[in-house]
């Protein structure tokens, strides 16, 4: 079971960057997906989900907008299409599985398989 | 934005010692609460979900307790892998919101 990112790389503010995530070893339709991004030296930061067949999105606010999330279960995939990046997006970009546990009725959050990152950097 | 603030920012413990870190929300969020654990240079892991419930595979010194707007993460007796940045991590609403981070370094 794994989560391979691809697509960081060096841009300049304003560019466009698209990220990548292939899974694999499990059905990547059956689960909500995540990104969550790290700026160098700092915490976490929770950027996106999306539903398992790409129904529903949600974002973090200072991305809505610009940053788009998206899926093709038959690729086992989902992406980040980032638009007008800023110097503060600079991060290493994580993607992660949610396996959604239930408990009493309502479900929760559990992101327990994470990609190694991927590397973004925005500067002139 | 619901906001999570994590006590202490780092604290220093020994092998054995009993450590407690607290996060508390702006706003009641249930028990829609988990805890990740992040060793220098290396990807989160999940430790608890749902402010209580032990991931699969993770070692019974952790536990999880709390609800409404303050929670805890309790590691009953530190053990040298265990020193890292622990965060907490809301799913009451969106956006999603991390805590700051609790470093745990070697005394």
């Known amino acids: 079971v794994q989560l391979v990112e691809s697509g960081g790389d060096l841009v300049h503010p304003g560019e466009s960057l698209s990220l990548s995530c292939v899974g694999s070893?499990?059905?990547?339709?059956?689960?909500?997906m995540t990104w969550v991004r790290q700026s160098p030296g700092k915490g976490l930061e929770w950027v996106a989900n999306?539903?398992?067949?790409?129904?529903?999105?949600n974002y973090l606010d200072s991305v809505k907008g610009r940053f788009t999330i998206s899926r093709d279960n038959a690729k086992n995939s989902v992406y980040l299409l980032m638009n007008s990046l800023r110097p503060e997006d600079t991060a290493v970009y994580y993607c992660?599985?949610?396996?959604?546990?239930?408990?009493?009725?309502?479900?929760?959050?559990?992101?327990?398989?994470w990609g190694q990152g991927t590397m973004v950097t925005v500067s002139s | 934005a619901i906001q999570m603030t994590q006590s202490p920012s780092s604290l220093s413990a020994s092998v054995g010692d009993r450590v407690t870190i607290t996060c508390r929300a702006s706003q009641g969020i249930g028990t829609e609460l988990a805890w990740y654990q992040q060793r220098p240079g290396k990807v989160p892991k999940l430790l608890i979900y749902?402010?209580?419930s032990l991931e699969t595979g993770v070692p019974s010194r952790f536990s999880g307790s709390g609800s409404g707007t303050t929670f805890t993460l309790t590691i009953s007796s530190l053990q040298s892998d265990d020193f890292a940045t622990y965060y907490c991590?809301?799913?009451?609403?969106?956006?999603?919101?991390f805590g700051q981070g609790t470093k745990v370094e070697i005394k």
């Open positions: 991590l809301q799913d009451s609403t969106y956006p999603r919101t």
């Open positions: 992660a599985r949610d396996t959604s546990p239930e408990r009493d009725g309502n479900y929760f959050d559990a992101l327990d398989i």
């Open positions: 070893g499990f059905t990547f339709s059956s689960y909500w």
């Open positions: 749902a402010a209580s």
């Open positions: 999306i539903h398992e067949y790409g129904s529903r999105e």
